[in-house]
Nanobody, 129 residues
Framework: QVHFVESGGGLVQPGGSLRLSCAAS????????IGWFRQAPGKEHEGVLC????????YYADSVKGRFTISRDSAKNTVYLQMNSLKPEDTAIYHC??????????WGSGCYRDEDASWGQGTQVTVSS
């Protein structure tokens, strides 16, 4: 059974950094596509940063390009989201998932989950002075 535990969120000032962790069980993180998603208050979930199993395809939301990166630690079976230069608009609950759809076309790329997918507890990130 696939299970994630997200952690690392907190309150940070604008311009600060956080590293979120996604500890996985039930599968090996370096063998599957992984995505980080977030849900801001009153908004739908959005794909933030997703990477294919072989790391040959990565999707970044326009709003996080140049600021967020993803990495995997196979020894710890954990995926990380490094977030730098944080902005108030990054405030959201962040989730990780592996049952994602990651695609690239001539018109752009994207990352999403099925609309009926369930979400775990996630980790809260608040960017505020």
């Amino acid at each position: 059974q696939v299970h994630f535990v997200e952690s690392g969120g907190g309150l940070v000032q604008p311009g600060g950094s956080l590293r979120l962790s996604c500890a996985a069980s039930g599968f090996t993180v370096d063998q599957y596509a992984i995505g980080w998603f977030r849900q801001a208050p009153g908004k739908e979930h959005e794909g933030v940063l997703c990477v294919s199993a072989s790391d040959d395809l990565t999707y970044y939301a326009d709003s996080v390009k140049g600021r967020f990166t993803i990495s995997r630690d196979s020894a710890k079976n954990t995926v990380y989201l490094q977030m730098n230069s944080l902005k108030p608009e990054d405030t959201a609950i962040y989730h990780c998932a592996t049952d994602i759809v990651l695609y690239r076309t001539d018109w752009g790329s994207g990352c999403y989950r099925d609309e009926d997918a369930s979400w775990g507890q996630g980790t809260q990130v608040t960017v505020s002075s």
